[in-house]
Structure formats: C-alpha cells, structure tokens
Nanobody
Framework: QVQLQESGPGLVKSSEKFSVTCIVSDGSITTRPHYWSWIRQPPGKGLEWIGYINFGGSTSYNTSLKSRASISRDTAKDAFTLQLIAATPEDTAVYYC??????????WGQGTLVTVSA
C-alpha cells in the first residue's frame, strides 16, 4: 500500500526559502494516472491547495502562490519537493503531500509543520 512521508525544516526565518519533501513508499511517482499534490493548513484555518506535479512531470500551481512556489521531483527516489521562496509568517502551516487519483485525494501523508518567524 502506498504511503507518503513529508519532511521539512521546522522553523524558517522570514524572507528565506524553504523546501518540504515527500517520499513515496511502495509506489512510483511516474505511474499513471496519479498527480502528486501539496496542500497546506495554517493554524486555525482551512486547507489550501498549493500545486501538483503529475506522472509525466508537468506542474500546476495555485494562482496565489505561483510566483513563489516550485515543485520538482526525483524519480530515482520516488520523491517530490515543494520549494517556497520569500517566506512570510503567513506561510506558517502544516504542509501535506497527497496523491490525487481520478478525482480524489486518496492517499495523504501525516503532514509536517513549518513555522516562519517574523
């Protein structure tokens, strides 16, 4: 069964960039028809979709984050990474990776908290 595990920096200073990585176990990120997504949840707020990278390596981003977010992948490691530049305290959130399959986010990681200090 596919499992996802996120890892991140924990604490980041404002204006810096950070990366969070998702390792996919017992699955391949190049397998159709899966899309590999990043979603975040700020404290006390709802979920926000950040973007995805699909089985072919194509990416798509939330318009509000497109200028600062970048998703890449390492197919040899079955891992994908979100990089966010110019961080602000508003980027403080639990960052989740998830697999999107034919209309559903069907597998989620446990999430990793990233705190951006002012």
């Amino acid at each position: 069964q596919v499992q996802l595990q996120e890892s991140g920096p924990g604490l980041v200073k404002s204006s810096e960039k950070f990366s969070v990585t998702c390792i996919v176990s017992d699955g391949s990120i190049t397998t159709r028809p899966h899309y590999w997504s990043w979603i975040r949840q700020p404290p006390g707020k709802g979920l926000e979709w950040i973007g995805y990278i699909n089985f072919g390596g194509s990416t798509s981003y939330n318009t509000s984050l497109k200028s600062r977010a970048s998703i890449s992948r390492d197919t040899a490691k079955d891992a994908f990474t979100l990089q966010l530049i110019a961080a602000t305290p508003e980027d403080t959130a639990v960052y989740y990776c998830a697999r999107y399959t034919e209309g559903y986010l069907d597998v989620w990681g446990q999430g990793t908290l990233v705190t951006v200090s002012a």
